[in-house]
């Protein structure tokens, strides 16, 4: 057997392109799409305001039942009528939501997306909300909840996400919400949810080949009945980083491991430093050849993996590192850490480290938007974050274009170690006085 010592170089991004962006108004609405001749499969997407960011305070996790609840039939047919339907057209319906957009989309063979959309539409806009349905749909995601939340990661998740934004602020709760936040939306909750910002027009986006497409005619049919004007968007959030550590501390007794999440809050995913700070925090801790995952896990084996990048949402962003260690570690692995972002801001990265960044996140492009699926995905992008309608097309000579300063500069403004938050769940029994001793912040229990 013979051992490689050597990492091997990265390999030229492979070229692609992004098909042109249609954009047009119809019936009140909003239409993008994108022409692929040829493609005998077709996607339709309608996007509407009406995201977690929505909610109001103490009823997080409502977009989450009002998504299950939309599955349950419409006006016009029981779900049993409904899933036939759709079945009929080889086809089911997908729901989902994040922070800041709801979307109901379908995809089928070109000539079957007429019927497609006037289906999805029409568990949009016209669902049946029976109370009875409601109300077992809130109960089951309450105990999917349970389950998740007796998990280690979501309580640290939490708590750093409150620490950074506030627990007064809707950025500050789980998206998802937890079980208690579940189990107080009531059926007159997710009626005016739906009356509010599911009914608006919103946008369709289309994906497939256009010649056999007729996109007013299909807008006709998204909005038809649907009123209420854009909603308007926030400003995006300021970045305020503290000028010192802090560790809160998740008690979970009896833990054979800790459950590490590193934060500060950072900017919306529109920022103009998007692609260095990607750059960045791929060198960092975005990659299995990172800084952070050759230390923790190659060089001191802490850990089978540790990841870092910036998550960003239309309004506001966090950087986090997310691992998990042996509890007999947990402070030194932390030193570590907090020691390799520091080193990252202070220094920069190196021209080779950028090299595998850049052909690594360029050449994933030709893979992760080739299908009408991904390319619909890259639309919504677009739509929810108003970015330009070249983005997609330019995004792959942006990153193989970044410059080591530029990338270098990006860490020094975006990476804040002394701003860190540091959330430790684990058997605080064990770990508390050797985090204290670490002098890396303030220790602070959450139970107290």
Do not use: C
């Amino acid at each position: 057997m013979t051992l490689i010592t050597e990492r091997p170089v990265p390999g030229e991004a492979r070229a692609y392109r992004f098909p042109e962006v249609i954009r047009r108004s119809v019936a009140g609405g909003e239409v993008v799409a994108a022409h692929l001749p040829g493609h005998n499969l077709a996607v339709a997407v309608l996007i509407v305001e009406g995201g977690a960011e929505r909610e109001p305070l103490g009823r997080e996790g409502l977009v989450g039942v009002v998504a299950k609840a939309l599955e349950e039939g419409t006006t016009r047919r029981d779900a049993g009528a409904y899933a036939l339907a759709l079945e009929g057209l080889g086809t089911e319906l997908g729901i989902s939501a994040d922070w800041d957009a709801f979307q109901v989309s379908v995809q089928v063979p070109v000539d079957r997306l007429p019927a497609a959309v006037e289906l999805m539409t029409e568990a949009l806009r016209a669902p049946r909300l029976d109370p009875a349905d409601i109300t077992r749909v809130r109960d089951d995601e309450v105990t999917a909840l349970r389950m998740y939340w007796a998990n280690p990661g979501p309580r640290a998740d939490a708590a750093l996400r409150a620490d950074l934004f506030g627990p007064a602020q809707r950025a500050g709760r789980p998206m998802d919400g937890d079980p208690e936040s579940v189990a107080e939306v009531t059926v007159d909750d997710v009626t005016a949810f739906h009356a509010d910002w599911l009914t608006r027009p919103g946008t369709l986006l289309v994906v497939g080949d256009l010649d056999r497409v007729d996109l007013d005619a299909l807008a006709t049919v998204a909005f038809a009945g649907a009123d209420g004007g854009a909603a308007p968007v926030g400003e995006p959030l300021a970045v305020r980083v503290p000028d010192r550590r802090r560790i809160l501390l998740v008690d979970r007794p009896g833990s054979v491991q800790s459950t590490l999440r590193l934060g500060h809050v950072a900017p919306h995913r529109a920022h103009p430093d998007y692609v260095p700070m990607t750059l960045a925090a791929t060198v960092l801790g975005g990659a299995f050849t990172s800084r952070l995952n050759h230390l923790i896990r190659e060089v001191r084996g802490y850990t089978y993996g540790i990841r870092s990048d910036f998550g960003q949402s239309r309004r506001f962003g966090r950087f986090v590192v997310s691992a998990g260690v042996q509890t007999a570690v947990t402070a030194p692995a932390l030193v570590d850490a907090v020691g390799e972002i520091a080193r990252t801001r202070e220094g920069g990265v190196t021209e080779a480290e950028l090299e595998v960044a850049r052909s690594w996140r360029a050449g994933q492009l030709s893979v992760e938007l080739q299908t009408p699926r991904a390319i619909a995905n890259a639309l919504g992008t677009l739509v929810v974050h108003g970015l330009p309608d070249d983005y997609h097309a330019t995004l792959r000579d942006r990153l193989l274009s970044a410059t080591e300063p530029e990338v270098s500069a990006a860490a020094a403004t975006h990476l804040h170690p002394q701003g860190l938050t540091l959330v430790v769940e684990g058997d605080v029994a064990l770990i508390r006085d050797e985090l204290v001793a670490s002098g890396l912040g303030e220790v602070i229990d959450t139970a107290n």
